[in-house]
């Protein structure tokens, strides 16, 4: 073979996959630092318009505060006790020497119809003077035992400011007044040290950087988070989907780089981005702060010492890798420059949810919320800058955080090795009719069906009679979009409602199978409660709605157990399933399902035991291959609990063995409906393993 | 003539569509070059040539088959095959925002070159193709002729023995094609085993010393041009083309 | 202009089908804003729920006989009371983070006149979250019962009822339920709606512009049988509609789930407070939204019309794009009056027009202001890309510089060809 340059030398693998990278990185750097519009545009714009957006909205709120602060209340004084309401006020107004409470500016306004001038905005205040008598009729409502005394009823308008803050100072002024009053009376009783009695002195603990630390370390990884979110976004979303978009990724893949190679190349760049972004908002924030122009809460400390940052900076690193990765990955799912970007936003929104749970006061690093990628550096910064060090959590935080961020660089490297995914041209039909049509506009659907669904409820909920607003929900909602989904794409309507017959014995299994499923629910639900504990008000609130009063045991049965069960299997089991069970395989396919059904639960406390419950009736849809066994099984799960709720037997104050026997029932009867299935038609095949690159 | 550089056995590809369902885009090829040949594939558009050459790539791995580049296989070592191959086509594009010299030298080094001889060889390439001008201008920048001469100079920037070119002459001028044509042959003249992949009849007469004849993913014949002719008794590579293509879809 | 009509409707198709700009100009106003607000109250309850109901662990020391109501009334406010030993074992309990706070009683000395009256050291660190809690969960109680214990110290001393009490205040709102709900809208609907007038305008801006030219199908639609005008009126017109349908369908979005959005805040009031948008609005609604995307979609397409590809087009749009949240964020503040000063500046003023509108409140000479201002700025951009357009090269997309870097040289070029001119 004749070749002018000899026959390349042979390297080490690692030493190869180094120089490859290392060109990789390096052309990669070149070219965003020569995108000169994007770089000023997405990074250093964002740089000035950050601060200068959080100090112009703090600058907005301090003149409104001042303006409240210094601005004349207006008032005018009626009632038949207007004298002496009228020196109360004035003697309010001026707050004694030792109050906490600065003077209000009170003008009195004459006015012949103060109500009237309340409303045409003449007045911030109307005080209307009762006297004692004048007080006692007003108040034959109220507790016998008051005691007849003249009384001042502030008349104000909440939905103004200076109206709303007057009454309130007022008021303040009055109290204070009445307290001083009060004191007095017990001195002049020779009660000599009274005033103290029951007063609180106040000792703190905590070292004032201790208790800066703790307010700012709620933020640090949320901001972090965004910054690299955003900044990172810059680059990642033109690294694989902009070089898809412009076929320079099909010259890179004939390049003797292996797709790890790639991968790591490119997750480097994202990260190192990412990285420095941060730090330089960083400093950009530090340098706003010294420059007073962010200004900081009085008395607020920020003092973290040389260590302190080391260990902050290396707590942020897996969680700069993971936001990469996930960046990454995300490119890697888009075909063009404009669908990345179009993912941008969900990710940003869902990427930040785990970086609040420093704002849950009562959640601490020492508990599952370790396990947590995100979360749990989230509240090691913030414990760690609170002065407290949570060693041995502190370290498995780091490395389960790590850990993600390896496993999503693996799938973003699966990614690179989709044939679909990274030649543009395959597995897009250029004409799509009919049933495809129908799988792709599915999703879209059912969201316009959820915000339907949100706003009448949102609207209606306890306006109009239950049984109403159900038969709207299921009939009109539910059924009736899906019956317009099935007219528009012209899809047989027995396959898309799996309207089949199945196997006799599968009834007795669902049968037994509602029941433990039920139980089996509660349990997932007290599990979540553990992690995520549920305010008391919503708990009562959710009884309300499912337990309404007034209404028979039978009615309730059929309202919230039999017609649920027939039209919201026919909508979610039926159309949505039929709709994305070529998009999806079979468990990926039963679990977006059951997320979907229990979204529509618009609660968000109510939506991971729907949700499990959900997963069970698409998987046994899957399994029998038939909407009817899914019907029976979700009217028993809500009749069960309407009957229970009934004879007041609370499921969630079940002992825990109870919740593990129906979750081993609840497993028998699947594996038995496993050994009998006669699966969905048309699913999608199992993928088949990819051959290495 | 020399050893044999390609070898593809039973080549398949099955692709599943959303509406259409499985598709075998190509259907158990056969075909093996040399050294020194310029192979041709001709077919019309979605006959299968540019999924074959991709499969040979390694970009998309075969459904079932196998294919050998300087020995290695496809489907055991495509790091190693890849680095045997240069591939262009039209939807091979360059990064813009890199000059010339810069396209070269990354091409060279991430194909494995021997760092050490990179700087000669990206030299020596902007030379041969008369880039020395433009060598530090963006690529953004370059005209169609330029850019195409920088794209063929990566092409060959880790001077691989097989050189895959699938359609290169699409959206050309006249010019920029008979330059194409021109350099595809230099290329087999210095030994190269070149595969190149065209639905336009003249240039596969011009340029190929054996022609295969695919059509909706199948190699209907795979001859020399005289070879094809004496075979099906017409001159003219159009007449020959359609006479087998109407042949397969009789006996479909 | 029914070639204008014509085109106006290929637009409109064109971009509907256009996966983006579905997105970002009708689905994101509508679904995701509501969604996202509604899922952050949410939370926010979440978190106040879980706090309350959360135990404090606390050690009483020293409590004196005669107060089990004290003891009483805080495990009635989630106190859990921690077994008492000595100062110093609470500090170590505290330390460890087992204990949130110690109270310690002190004798206040008036035992001659009232048995057990004492004072309170409470000690609690701030850096920990449960502490300070702990710290005013204590607080709150003492405070009540300092006023229980003081009115039975005014018995003791022998006060009336009448003399300790003194006088009664009450206080009542007058505002209505449907006034406190426009108001509420007032608060958050009109910074939502400028924004979204400028994400609906965005997308389809670039998308008319750069995304022709990247697509190539610029120089087919420059080359139709009509005027170049008609065609740039036309996807003017188009890239409006797309700016005030979102701004608008943003308003209706939320206007229909504010009621589920607040209802957590509001906790037991929800019922009280309706959230409508008055009828009589809508007009002035309609015409802030048509002004607003008006000005909004010419000056984005003026910009993205220098840029090649999307992203380029995407780059040149942003900066403008980040000035429109500047006059949001200025005018968060409440009280501000839409004086005929304020009437003078450009988006400022709409935003302005719609917040009284939503509240049903009309100041017609300021709207009239409005409109003037708003459509002179709309004719003012409109010329300049009637300017922009006489330069062949920027139509055909051969211009490398952006609208800036235009105006800079080819002004500069007028100048200097009068300048010449004169001497």
């Known amino acids: 073979m004749a070749t002018d340059a000899g026959s390349p030398r042979r390297r080490g693998p690692a030493g190869r996959s180094a120089e490859v990278i290392r060109a990789i990185v390096r052309a990669e750097f070149r070219m965003l630092l020569r995108d000169r519009r994007t770089v000023v545009v997405s990074i250093v714009l964002p740089l000035f318009i950050t601060p200068l957006l959080m100090f112009g909205s703090r600058w907005v709120q301090e003149r409104r505060e001042r303006q409240l602060e210094t601005a004349e209340v207006r008032y005018a004084v009626g009632g038949s006790d207007a004298d002496s309401a009228r020196s109360l006020i004035q003697r309010a107004s001026r707050p004694a020497n030792d109050a906490t409470t600065a003077a209000v500016l009170l003008k009195e306004v004459a006015s012949d119809d103060p109500e009237r001038s309340l409303t045409d905005g003449e007045l911030e205040l109307y005080v209307e003077a009762l006297t004692a008598h004048e007080a006692a009729r007003r108040d034959t409502a109220g507790e016998a035992d008051s005691v007849a005394v003249p009384l001042l009823v502030l008349h104000y308008r909440e939905d103004r400011d200076a109206s709303e803050r007057g009454a309130e100072r007022v008021k303040e002024g009055l109290a204070e007044l009445q307290r001083a009053h009060r004191l007095a009376l017990l001195e002049s009783r020779g009660l000599g040290r009274i005033s103290e009695y029951a007063t609180v002195r106040q000792r703190n603990l905590a070292e004032a950087r201790d208790v800066a630390g703790l307010h700012f370390g709620r933020y640090v990884v949320l901001f972090v988070l965004l910054f690299m979110l955003s900044g990172g976004s810059v680059v990642a979303v033109d690294t694989l989907a902009g070089e898809k978009e412009r076929g320079t990724l099909e010259t890179l893949l004939t390049t003797a780089a292996s797709r790890a190679d790639i991968v790591t190349a490119k997750h480097l760049v994202i990260l190192a981005v990412a990285l420095l972004i941060t730090v330089i908002q960083s400093l950009n924030f530090l340098a706003y702060v010294a420059l007073k122009l962010i200004p900081l809460p009085q008395g607020f400390v920020l003092d973290v010492a040389p260590g302190v940052t080391v260990l902050l900076f290396v707590l942020l690193v897996p969680i700069a890798a993971l936001v990469s990765g996930v960046l990454l990955l995300t490119s890697g799912y888009a ?50 800058l609170a002065g407290r060090y949570d060693w041995p959590f502190i370290i498995a935080a780091w490395v389960v955080t790590a850990a993600a961020a390896w496993y999503v660089r693996r799938l ?7 044939e679909r995914l990274i030649v543009p041209s395959l597995g897009e039909s250029a004409v799509v009719s009919g049933q495809a049509l129908f799988a792709r506009r599915v999703i879209p659907a059912f969201a316009v069906m959820w915000g339907i669904f949100f706003v009448f409820v949102s609207n209606v909920e306890g306006r109009i009679d239950l049984r109403i607003e159900l038969l709207v929900n299921l009939v009109v909602i539910f059924l009736g979009s899906s019956l317009v989904l099935i007219r528009m794409h012209r899809l047989p309507v027995r396959e898309v409602f799996a309207l ?32 995520f504990p549920v305010p008391q008000e919503m708990l009562e609130a959710f009884g309300k709605g499912i337990m309404p009063e007034g209404i028979p045991i039978w009615q309730l049965v059929i309202f919230i157990a039999v017609l649920p069960g027939i039209f919201e299997e026919l909508t979610f089991r039926g159309t949505l399933l039929y709709g994305l069970r070529r998009s999806l395989h079979p468990v990926p396919l039963a679990l977006a399902v059951g997320a979907i059904f229990g979204l529509f639960h618009v609660a968000l406390f109510r939506l991971l035991p729907t949700a499990f419950i959900g997963v069970i009736f698409a998987t046994v849809t899957l399994l029998t291959g038939s909407v009817f066994p899914a019907m029976l099984w979700h009217a028993i799960n809500n009749a069960t609990s309407v009957v229970a709720g009934h004879f007041e037997l609370e499921l969630p104050g079940l002992e825990v063995i109870h919740y593990a026997v129906a979750a081993l029932v609840l497993a028998l009867v699947f594996v038995a409906l496993w050994r009998l299935r006669t699966p969905y038609p048309g699913l999608r095949p199992r993928p088949k393993a990819n051959p290495k690159h | ?105 990354f091409f060279a080094r991430v194909n494995g070159f021997p760092p050490a001889d990179v700087d000669g060889r990206v030299r020596e390439l902007v030379a041969t193709f008369g880039l020395d001008k433009y060598a530090d201008a963006r690529v953004e920048k370059l005209s169609q002729g330029m850019k195409q001469k920088v794209s063929i100079a990566r092409t060959v920037a880790h001077d691989p023995p097989l050189l895959i070119f699938d359609e290169p002459t699409v959206g050309l001028d006249v010019l920029n094609a008979l330059e194409m044509q021109r350099v595809i042959g230099d290329f087999r003249n210095r030994g190269k085993c070149v595969i190149f992949s065209t639905h336009i009849m003249s240039e596969a007469e011009r340029l190929c010393d054996r022609i295969a004849i695919i059509h909706q993913g199948s190699i209907l014949a795979c001859d020399t041009l005289e070879g094809l002719r004496t075979a099906t008794g017409f001159r003219y590579l159009e007449d020959i083309f359609v006479h087998f293509a109407r042949d397969d879809e009789h006996g479909d | 202009m029914r070639n204008v009509g014509v085109l106006y409707a290929r637009e409109m198709r064109a971009a509907l089908r256009e996966r983006s700009i579905v997105v970002n100009s009708i689905v994101i106003p509508v679904v995701l804003y509501p969604f996202i607000m509604w899922a952050m109250f949410t939370g926010i309850m979440f978190v106040r729920g879980q706090t309350d109901r959360v135990a404090s662990r606390v050690m009483l020391l020293g409590v004196p006989a005669g107060h089990e109501a004290l003891t009483e009334s805080l495990s009635a406010h989630q106190v859990r009371l921690v077994v008492p030993s000595d100062t110093a074992t609470a500090m170590a309990l505290m330390e460890e983070g087992a204990m949130d706070a110690l109270v310690e009683f002190e004798p206040l000395g008036l035992d001659s006149v009232l048995q057990g009256a004492f004072s309170v050291r409470l000690t609690g660190s701030e850096s920990r979250e449960r502490s300070q809690n702990a710290m005013s969960r204590v607080t709150t109680v003492l405070e009540r019962y300092r006023d229980d214990r003081l009115s039975h110290a005014a018995g003791v001393a022998g006060l009336s009822a009448r003399e300790w009490q003194w006088f009664d205040v009450e206080t009542e709102n007058r505002a209505s339920g449907k006034e406190m709900g426009s108001f509420l809208l007032g608060l958050m609907l009109p910074m939502f709606f400028l924004i979204m007038t400028a994400v609906g305008c965005f997308h389809p801006a670039v998308d008319a512009t750069a995304g022709e030219r990247e697509r190539s199908t610029w120089e087919t639609t420059m080359s139709l049988g009509v005027s170049r005008s008609s065609i740039v009126t036309a996807k003017y017109l188009s890239v409006a509609t797309f700016g005030s349908m979102a701004g608008l369908l943003n308003l209706g979005a939320m206007t229909l789930t504010m009621g589920a959005i607040v209802k957590p805040l509001l906790a037991g009031r929800a019922e009280d407070i309706h959230f409508v948008l008055p009828w009589a609005g809508l007009p002035v609604m309609a015409a802030g939204a048509v002004l607003l995307a008006g000005f909004i979609a010419a000056v984005m397409m003026l910009f993205a019309s220098f840029a090649r590809t999307f992203k380029e087009g995407q780059a040149m749009i942003t900066p403008f794009y980040l000035l429109m949240m500047v006059p949001a964020i200025l005018l968060q503040q409440q009280g501000l009056a839409f004086s005929m000063t304020l009437a003078l500046v450009p988006v400022a003023n709409v935003v302005m027009m719609i917040r009284e509108a939503i509240a049903g409140v009309f100041h017609w000479p300021q709207i009239a202001l409005t409109v003037a201002v708003g459509l002179g700025l709309v004719a003012a951009s409109l010329r300049l890309a009637g300017f922009v357009l006489r330069f062949e090269d920027v139509v055909v997309g051969s211009y490398g510089g952006s609208l800036t870097t235009l105006l800079k040289e080819r002004l500069r070029a007028r100048g200097s060809r009068a300048r010449g001119g004169a001497i």
């Open chain 2, 1 to 105: 003539m020399s050893e044999i550089t390609v070898e593809v056995r039973g080549l398949s590809k099955v692709f599943h569509d959303e509406s259409r369902g499985e598709v075998r885009a190509v259907d158990g090829v056969d075909f093996a070059c040399r050294g020194g040949e310029i192979f041709g594939l001709l077919g019309a558009n979605g006959a299968g040539k540019t999924t074959t050459l991709r499969m040979l790539a390694t970009i998309l791995a075969p459904t079932s088959g196998n294919a050998t580049v300087m020995g290695h296989s496809v489907l055991d070592e495509p790091e190693l095959v890849r680095r045997s191959l240069g591939f262009y086509s039209s939807s091979t594009a360059l990064y813009p925002r890199l000059t010339a010299r810069e396209t070269i030298e």
């Open chain 1, 500 to 531: 089949r017959r199945v196997r006799p014995a599968v009834w007795p299994l669902v049968l037994i199978g509602g029941p433990a499923g039920l139980v089996a629910a509660t349990g997932v639900f007290k599990l979540a409660s553990l992690v």
């Open chain 1, 335 to 384: 075909k063009s420059y404009k669908e990345a970007q179009l993912y941008f936003f969900p990710v940003l929104l869902l990427g930040t949810v785990p970086a609040v749970a420093p704002f849950f006061p009562t959640l601490a690093l020492r508990s599952a919320v370790v396990a947590v990628p995100i979360a749990n550096i989230a509240l090691a910064v913030k414990e760690v």
């Open chain 1, 412 to 418: 973003a490297e699966h990614a690179l090795s989709t």
